[in-house]
């Protein structure tokens, strides 16, 4: 299963946070936790994006992608120096 | 670096530098490598108080502690966790987890950017001179996000995260990865949130030239950066058993051959593989290699290992031959053994001269560093091309900037080469790519920003391009080292910066956020595609027709449709019509327009040809109207415009291809 994941962006939309959570990592952790309970955040983003990068399989990532409040879930991409 | 700040005339009596207490003021983000903290051009003397604006930090690390940054090296960090979460943990034996840098290549790109001036540098006694930055006084904060892996978009991110919320004022960024659609390309995302920011982010195009479209880091709010020569050279002569004297390149500094002629062979003549040519590691049967010069050609592996195959196969120099892929293109290597690499012209003639003569001989004797040459700059064949894939409408590159053959810091991790087994320690290299030219106009990006604080990104942007030279003394465009023939607004963009006439343009096409989401309203962008990107909710107007010709941008790129395209016809004309906004940053004053055009299909009419501007920050409008005859796809065409007031000169590239 860990084989299977792979690094994802998830870019936050944080107009559609609940007024419910404390603040937007408590955001960031649940909207993380309905689609995997083992994933953890490897950044929090809060300056470029709202959002947070994590290890998911496809089919999390997929699910995530479909959450309220989800912008995009893109995958990492490896850049090279010129 | 050595001679580039020459070769782009500063330091002259005539240049007008920003005051160095405003220079000093300036923060460079360099996302790369890391850094090499113990060189001289990291050397503080002289400089004042970290400025007031900086948040960020000296993180600590393996071989990497708070007192590895000092007041010219403000801020070192480093981010592995997307790295790692794919790799695996970092192996330290191999690279240092921390912001040290183990490659060489961010080294560079920092003091190449705004390095101290250090006197005598050189390599091996190559490019000698005193080295510096292009803001020598500016400060730096490195952001390791580069590893042996690569350098990974989620590290990428969390870097830009810190260097806006650190302060900086420039991120510069020689790094790319594919082409994508703006809302999904992190670099994209990111520098449009600096950008937002105040924060100018100068990216390098790429080494994919000189293929057509290869250009990375393409979004307008990005400066792109290609790459071209400086007047320097280092020759290495090779003479052959005919009495033939060719010139090549190279930087080899050990024991010289001896003037005596010894074999020659063709790599490829000597190699059990199909790529034998290429020396590639194995592939040479070292008895046939043993004692004698070896022709290699370039490509696939590198170029410094190609040598060191010849060397560990016994042979004792290396005529590196460049293929139809690069030209004349000569870039020079800190070679392990005697080397020249030669251009494709003489390459094809040492060829000849192998394959005809039963027994040919050469030798090879290197000729130092050589200044002055003509003509210069070239573009390099390496330097990617345009047309821009994701928006035709937008010009790619935006400029050129040295970046061949460029001496800048290096770590103490590796040798010149990079190569494992080359056990040499130097403080300076000489390397190319756009990654070379990138800091470069990272570091002029901050003396303009030093000298007009209130500048936007935009601003800068546009003083660098729109005073950028395109053409030599003569009036020919700069050429294309790849072809030998003159290169192209697709190749150069607005052409060669020139940092001297950009801290005084005259006029400015500034852009602000807004300006850009009616640009992705005109990429028919959703508004959640909007929010991706500049984080600001906002949905396009139905009812308004906005165009991506719109873009107040520093140059024009006009995509044309065929006669079998829609609308089109044989004979059937289309019109085009582009609007821009300059903004005077200079005294009161009447531009007049001038047109030069290379395309007669294309009639370019501009309304008003007069602009009055008779206070500082002023905005006047002008529409360009262009009506284009149909040609056949894949037809491309060229064209000048400029302002000038008599002093300054506010010019514009405008490419048109027919699709």
Redesign the interface.
Known sequence: SQQTK??F?V?M?M?KMAATYEDHFQWYDSSLKSVSESADM??A??????GF?T?LTPEEAELLEKQPGI??V?P??????? | TTHSPEFLGLGKSDAVPPASASISEVIVGVL??GVWPEIKSFDDTGLGPIPSTWKGTCEVGKNFNSSSCNRKLIGAQYFS??YE??FGPIDETMESKSPRDD?G?GTHTATTAAGSAVSGASLFGYALGTARGMATQARVAAYKV?WL??????D???A???A??DGVNVISM?????ISDY??D??A??AF??VAQGILVSC????GGPSAGSLTNVAPWITTVGAGTLDRDFPAYVSLGNGKNYSGISLYSGKPLSDSLLPLVYAGNVSNSTSGNLCMPGTLVPSQVAGKIVICDRGLNSRVQKGMVVRDSGGLGMILANTELYGEELVADAHLLPASTVGQRTADAIKNYAFSDPKPTATIASGGTKLGVEPSPVLAAFSSRGPNLVTPEVLKPDLIAPGVNILAGWTGAVGPTGLTSDKRHVSFNIIS???MS?PHVSGLAALIKAAHQDWSPAAIKSALMTTAYATYKNGENILDVATGQPSTPFDFGAGHVNPVAALDPGLVYDASVDDYINFFCALNYSA?DI??IA?K?FTCDSSKKYSLGDLNYPSFSVSLQTASGKGGGAGVKSTVKYTRTLTNVGAPATYKLSMTSKTPSVKILVEPESLSFSKEYEKKTYTVTFTATSMPSGTNGFAHLEWSDGKHVVGSPIAFSWT
């Open positions: 792979k690094t962006i870019h939309d107009s490897l950044y983003y809060n300056n470029i994006i709202h990068s290890r912008l995009s893109l990492e991409m490896i850049y090279k120096l010129h | 790369d490598t966790k997307g979460a794919a490659d290549h580069c892996g690569g350098c990974f978009s989620s990428i991110l969390a830009m995260e810190k806006v919320a020689s790094i790319g990865g594919g809302n999904r992190t670099v995302i990111g949130r600096a390098s195009a790429g080494n790519g756009t990654s990138c959640s929010k991706q984080n909710d």
